[in-house]
């Protein structure tokens, strides 16, 4: 068990450009979470993966972010076209059932 | 719709006092409660879980909470404070298996700072 790896760690992007993130899960999680921190704030709930499949979309998710989980291990998540109100942490978190919830150390996005 | 209120934004001791961080929930269905704490640029620690076992729930470095149903609250307390526990402390409630998905919904968070 080697916990919930996030790439990058930091990233800073310009306005306008695309970004991408990756979680690892711990390899016997069905579950995937990812969520998003603005400063001062607690995180937010952005999407849920059981397996490969993408079950819950929080309002949060603007039509520019994509979320993927192939073959139900690692994840992806996709902003396009960013912008300076999506510099946050972005974390994901994996478990295998309701009380089991292991966080990454998250990415820091920020768009200039 | 679960929900979580973090009563105090920041809170202020001095080391070796007790420490007493608020938490109330509202949840539609028998909710799953949980403390979180986030140390600067590190990522979220599990302190301690309530899963609808005891009441009193003891956790990691000396913390406990205590679940009061009827008071829908899970206060988080330690009776002496250590420099170390400097940190932002988050309550965060999942609806479990009769709400959805298990997502967890996090309050605003607490701010704890401790002066020697």
């Known amino acids: 068990d080697t916990g919930v790896s996030q790439d990058p760690r930091h990233k800073i992007t310009k306005r306008g450009q695309n970004v991408t993130f990756r979680c690892d899960p711990i390899s016997e999680h069905n579950r995937l979470y990812w969520y998003r921190q603005t400063l001062g704030q607690g995180p937010e709930f952005l999407t849920y993966?059981?397996?490969?499949?993408?079950?819950?979309k929080s309002r949060l998710l603007s039509d520019r972010f994509s979320a993927e989980r192939p073959k139900g291990s690692f994840s992806t998540l996709e902003i396009q076209r960013t912008e300076q109100g999506d510099s946050a942490m972005y974390l994901c978190?994996?478990?295998?059932?309701?009380?089991?919830?292991?966080f990454g150390s998250g990415t820091r996005l920020t768009v200039v | 719709a679960q929900s979580v209120t973090q009563l105090d934004s920041h809170v202020s001791v001095s080391e070796g006092t007790p420490v007493l961080l608020r938490c109330n929930y509202s949840s539609s269905y028998s909710p799953s409660l949980f403390w979180y704490v986030q140390h600067p640029n590190k990522g979220l620690q599990l302190l301690l879980k309530?899963?609808?076992?005891?009441?009193l729930v003891k956790g990691i470095n000396g913390f406990e909470a205590e679940f009061k149903k009827s008071e829908t609250s899970f206060h988080l307390t330690k009776p002496s404070a250590h420099m170390s526990d400097a940190a932002e402390y988050f309550c965060?409630?999942?609806?479990?298996?009769?709400?959805?998905?298990?997502?967890?919904?996090f309050g605003k968070g607490t701010l704890l700072t401790v002066n020697p």
């Open positions: 993966f059981q397996n490969e499949a993408q079950l819950e």
């Open positions: 978190a994996s478990g295998s059932g309701p009380y089991g919830y292991t």
């Open positions: 309530y899963t609808s076992a005891a009441t």
């Open positions: 965060v409630v999942s609806e479990g298996s009769g709400g959805s998905n298990y997502k967890l919904t």
